[in-house]
């Protein structure tokens, strides 16, 4: 089959700031009072459809359709799992190019996660996405509008447990948010941006998660908007790390540390180190150990981990680490004083966050 052409998504609404929004109504011959009122309908209400906007006059209404509100993502597929409190969907963008999302309810929180690219170009080879290579970035309305949908689809109580908020959002779906650098940090100051200007959201409930691209994890140190950063790490030590993270070649366990170090240092922010736990592979004792001693020697209280029993994907001959290895591989870490909590494997069945749906309709 051909390769499908691929090209830039149409501009949205939600990839203008602010002043641009201004300039786009002024520019269609409308008021800028009209910007405040679109943001008010997106950003509040979560309304991309302008036969909604009745406070609209009903001919420019076709105006804004048309130049502002391209339908940019298709829900195409939609599993549920925990009683429909873990919803994954599958998008097709205007290219047909595909990504995923998840949304996940608990008692007392609700977490999205995003997908930043179409695909990846990292490579890790645990990764469904990672085999899939990278298609496309996504643009900053590509990413935003699955956000919007969560909050929308929350908002209106589609969620068992009525109507709620969306309060976390990681960049742990396809694709590697740094190397997309641009459209995530536009996506995260949209995130912030208080109501109606923006998703009202706190920068401390985003979570960027990265291979390591340490030249991006030094500008986003420098960006002043206190993001949670989390750092997919998966080895203590260059050997195995090149193998499972093939960017380490590039820049080593050791610079990644150091840059994560900084982060904390200049945010705050107690940075994650995500490990995901793979049976004979990086699940030894010793490597507990190198890692607890890593991260020691860069000081006390900025770091946690979150070891990730593996969610195998098709054709792989990894899997998941022993119950047993895993416990010890936790308590060596919390004898070096080193906060761990296993990360939560929610929607493994239908392959949350993994890229494998995604995965499945490429091979179809
Ligand atoms: N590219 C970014 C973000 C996307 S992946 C990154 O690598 O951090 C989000 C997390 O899921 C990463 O920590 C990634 O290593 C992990 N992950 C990917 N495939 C997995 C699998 N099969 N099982 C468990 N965790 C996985």
Same mark, same amino acid.
């Given at each position: 089959?051909?390769?499908?052409?691929?090209?830039?998504?149409?501009?949205?609404?939600?990839?203008?700031?602010?002043?641009?929004?201004?300039?786009?109504?002024?520019?269609?011959?409308?008021?800028?009072?009209?910007?405040?009122?679109?943001?008010?309908?997106?950003?509040?209400?979560?309304?991309?459809? =302008?036969?909604?906007?009745?406070?609209?006059?009903?001919?420019?209404?076709?105006?804004?359709?048309?130049?502002?509100?391209?339908?940019?993502?298709?829900?195409?597929?939609?599993?549920?799992?925990?009683?429909?409190?873990?919803?994954?969907?599958?998008? @097709?963008?205007?290219?047909?190019?595909?990504?995923?999302?998840?949304?996940?309810?608990?008692?007392?929180?609700?977490?999205?996660?995003?997908?930043?690219?179409?695909?990846?170009?990292?490579?890790?080879?645990?990764?469904?996405?990672?085999?899939?290579?990278?298609? +496309?970035?996504?643009?900053?309305?590509?990413?935003?509008e699955q956000v919007r949908a969560a909050m929308?689809?929350?908002?209106?109580?589609?969620?068992?447990?009525? =109507?709620?908020?969306?309060?976390?959002?990681?960049?742990?779906?396809?694709?590697?948010?740094?190397?997309?650098?641009?459209?995530?940090?536009?996506? #995260?100051?949209?995130?912030?941006?208080?109501? =109606?200007?923006?998703?009202?959201?706190?920068?401390?409930?985003?979570?960027?998660?990265? #291979?390591?691209?340490?030249?991006?994890?030094?500008?986003?140190?420098?960006?002043?908007?206190?993001?949670?950063?989390?750092?997919?790490?998966?080895?203590?030590?260059?050997?195995?790390?090149?193998?499972?993270?093939?960017?380490?070649? +590039?820049?080593?366990?050791?610079?990644?540390?150091?840059?994560?170090?900084?982060?904390?240092?200049?945010?705050?922010?107690?940075?994650?180190?995500?490990?995901?736990?793979?049976?004979?592979?990086?699940? @030894?004792?010793?490597?507990?150990?190198?890692?607890?001693?890593?991260?020691?020697?860069?000081?006390?209280?900025?770091? @946690?981990?979150?070891?990730?029993?593996?969610?195998?994907?098709?054709?792989?001959?990894?899997?998941?680490?022993?119950?047993? #290895?895993?416990?010890?591989?936790?308590?060596?870490?919390?004898?070096?004083?080193?906060?761990?909590?296993?990360?939560?494997?929610?929607?493994?069945?239908?392959?949350?966050?993994?890229?494998?749906?995604?995965?499945?309709?490429?091979?179809?």
């Amino acid at each position: 089959m051909a390769p499908r052409r691929r090209g830039k998504p149409p501009r949205h609404f939600a990839d203008l700031t602010p002043a641009e929004r201004v300039a786009s109504v002024e520019a269609m011959g409308e008021k800028p009072f009209r910007a405040k009122q679109l943001a008010t309908h997106y950003f509040t209400h979560f309304t991309a459809d =302008p036969a909604e906007m009745t406070d609209l006059p009903a001919a420019t209404r076709d105006e804004v359709a048309r130049t502002m509100f391209p339908q940019l993502i298709r829900p195409t597929r939609r599993l549920e799992a925990d009683g429909g409190t873990t919803v994954k969907t599958l998008w @097709h963008l205007f290219d047909d190019a595909k990504v995923e999302s998840v949304l996940m309810r608990y008692p007392n929180r609700t977490t999205l996660c995003v997908s930043s690219q179409a695909g990846c170009g990292m490579a890790c080879p645990f990764c469904a996405t990672g085999q899939l290579g990278l298609t +496309r970035n996504l643009s900053t309305a590509e990413i935003v509008e699955q956000v919007r949908a969560a909050m929308r689809s929350l908002a209106r109580g589609e969620i068992p447990g009525g =109507p709620t908020r969306l309060n976390n959002l990681v960049f742990m779906g396809m694709g590697e948010p740094l190397a997309n650098y641009k459209a995530v940090i536009e996506t #995260v100051r949209t995130l912030v941006a208080p109501q =109606p200007e923006g998703l009202g959201m706190s920068a401390r409930n985003i979570t960027v998660s990265t #291979v390591g691209l340490v030249p991006a994890i030094e500008k986003l140190t420098k960006e002043g908007i206190p993001v949670t950063l989390a750092l997919s790490l998966h080895a203590p030590d260059d050997d195995l790390r090149s193998e499972l993270v093939p960017i380490n070649t +590039r820049w080593s366990v050791d610079e990644a540390l150091d840059a994560a170090r900084r982060y904390f240092e200049v945010t705050g922010r107690r940075v994650s180190i995500e490990y995901a736990l793979i049976k004979d592979m990086n699940d @030894h004792a010793w490597r507990a150990d190198l890692l607890g001693e890593k991260l020691n020697a860069r000081g006390k209280g900025w770091v @946690h981990v979150n070891p990730i029993p593996l969610n195998p994907t098709p054709g792989s001959i990894w899997t998941a680490s022993e119950r047993a #290895v895993e416990a010890e591989f936790v308590a060596r870490l919390r004898a070096h004083g080193i906060p761990t909590t296993i990360r939560d494997t929610r929607g493994s069945d239908i392959d949350g966050a993994c890229g494998q749906l995604a995965a499945d309709e490429e091979d179809e």
